[in-house]
């Protein structure tokens, strides 16, 4: 089973910032917290991830709470093109033991409207 | 980064037929992973790849129905055995280098 939260769906105006919550409460101390997306009938892409520092690249902003049992992806300016199902997966970030693979919840879908 | 090719993008197969999926990595990978999505639903992990040792699969698929090659560093098929309606899916090849790059999938219809 996944070790997220994440709410179904989401709308976002095109232009606006679009703010995506993840809960994972029970992370453990070496889990990191990935983000990924996936536009209709493509393959999942990597976006971003983070320990307990906030992170930010050239595709968006993850603010991880002190506690890390939660946590935001921020699409600072959305375009329509961002509409997509976004997942939220935590894991540790190298190879080795049954916990290093990728468990997809069922992840947000964010609706981008003009 | 890794590019990944998936052949091929799509097929329509009749039941109780095979299908091999191949998945061409333009680096050299030590693991790779064949995922299955079926229609509305998320991603679940069929296998994990090493190559040079046998595929590690995941509760709910074996190797009979779901065998994987994996020759070398940069190559694995996976093969859909005996298929039925059911196997209807989006069948996604990745590689993981501390973030994960997915081919763009294989689109199955079983008729």
């Known amino acids: 089973d996944a070790k997220t939260t994440q709410p179904p769906s989401m709308d976002c105006a095109e232009g606006r910032a679009a703010n995506l919550p993840c809960n994972h409460s029970?992370?453990?101390?070496?889990?990191?917290v990935y983000w990924y997306r996936q536009i209709h009938s493509q393959g999942p892409q990597y976006i971003i991830h983070g320990l307990k520092n906030n992170e930010t690249n050239e595709m968006a902003s993850l603010i991880i709470t002190e506690d890390r049992k939660s946590s935001t992806l921020i699409l600072p300016h959305a375009t329509l093109r961002d509409t997509a199902v976004y997942y939220c997966?935590?894991?540790?970030?190298?190879?080795?033991?049954?916990?290093?693979?990728?468990?997809f919840g069922k992840g947000t879908l964010l609706t981008v409207n003009p | 980064s890794a590019v990944i090719s998936q052949k091929p993008s799509r097929d329509i197969c009749q039941r109780g037929t095979s299908l091999t999926i191949q998945c061409q990595v333009d680096?050299?990978?030590?693991?790779m992973f064949w995922y299955r999505q079926q229609p509305g639903q998320s991603l679940t992990l069929i296998a994990t790849a090493n190559q040079g040792s046998e595929a590690t699969y995941e509760s709910g698929f074996v190797i009979d129905k779901f065998p994987i090659s994996r020759p070398n560093l940069t190559f694995s098929t996976l093969t859909v055995s005996n298929m039925s309606p059911e196997d209807s899916s989006i069948y996604l090849c990745s590689v993981d280098q501390t973030e994960a790059f997915f081919g763009q999938g294989t689109r199955l219809t079983v008729v």
């Open positions: 680096s050299q990978v030590t693991m």
């Open positions: 029970t992370i453990s101390g070496n889990e990191y």
């Open positions: 997966i935590v894991r540790v970030s190298q190879s080795g033991g049954s916990n290093y693979k990728l468990t």
